[in-house]
């Protein structure tokens, strides 16, 4: 399994939610429980008559706050509201605790699309957690938190024990494919190799909004990505469609290449290139250094 810190499929997720992590917008301290609204924040009442549908009569903020409590199955959980954020997936309420967890709920479908929680990174340093079992975890998680309908389109495409030095954890991608097109229904799921405890769970749920059909074949991109890195060797390359959103505005389909070269003084040549599959415009290029 190669332990290497790279741009996944998920480019839009990472990019959308990873770094909406840490941009905090429009705070402002209100700190709720289930008890202080009453009984229509119990996870149990909302089981009886469907979590979704039993948020139809709350509005804003309040739904998004049930649809947390409903997530966790806890309903003595104390949620700070922090306000509000914008993604191309859709607007989506935040919330944090006391602990340092920290959620997202996206505010016209109620789906959370943002969960992590806190961990003692030295903990994660001892791997007891094999990578079959890593997988099985995260795929009950998937089927327990994701909507039903989202679900059941979703397949691990990428699995693998990420190593930071400080701290370890298992990363594992989630997407929905049709005709060999990776498309933006997705999830990623991170989770302590130690104890299998989840530490970060992201969701998308989008629909298709462009054509599947690339101008640029496979070869062709192969060829715009290897003329990105002057006199490179190519020792290994791999194309695959995704339907992305790079710029946050439009979506797009593109070709994700990743491409090895023979190493020059020992340092890795070569990276991941984007490449608009239509116009075989570079969209990106990321170097391995």
């Not at 949620?79 to 996206?106: A, C, I, P």
């Not at 101008?215 to 469609?241: M, N, P, W």
């Amino acid at each position: 399994m190669e332990i290497k810190s790279e741009v996944t499929v998920l480019l839009a997720l990472a990019v959308v939610l990873l770094i909406l992590i840490f941009v905090p917008s429009g705070y402002s301290g209100e700190i709720v429980t289930a008890d202080d609204r009453g009984t229509e924040y119990s996870a149990g009442n909302s089981e009886e008559s469907g979590v979704l549908a039993s948020l139809a009569g709350i509005a804003g903020e309040d739904a998004a706050k049930t649809a947390v409590i409903n997530f966790l199955a806890n309903s003595s959980v104390i949620l700070k509201y922090e306000g509000t954020g914008e993604s191309y997936y859709g607007d989506y309420y935040k919330f944090s605790t006391d602990g340092g967890e920290r959620y997202y709920v996206n505010s016209e479908t109620l789906e959370i699309t943002l969960a992590h929680f806190p961990v003692n990174w030295s903990e994660t340093l001892d791997v007891r957690i094999e990578p079959e079992d890593a997988e099985d975890i995260a795929r009950d998680y998937i089927a327990e938190k994701t909507s039903a309908s989202n679900a059941e389109k979703l397949e691990i495409t990428e699995s693998k024990l990420l190593d930071h030095g400080a701290y370890k954890e298992y990363s594992i991608t989630f997407n929905e494919i049709k005709d060999r097109v990776y498309l933006p229904n997705s999830a990623l799921i991170s989770l302590n190799p130690s104890t299998g405890e989840i530490i970060t769970y992201m969701a998308i749920s989008g629909e298709t909004e462009v054509s599947l059909v690339p101008e640029i074949s496979e070869d062709e991109a192969l060829e715009i990505a290897k003329d990105q890195f002057d006199g490179i060797v190519v020792t290994e390359s791999d194309a695959r469609l995704i339907v992305d959103c790079p710029a946050g505005t439009e979506q797009k389909l593109l070709w994700r290449v990743d491409i090895k070269g023979k190493p020059k003084n020992y340092i890795s040549v070569g990276g991941i290139v984007l490449i608009d599959a239509v116009t075989g415009e570079v969209i990106l290029k990321d170097p391995y250094l």
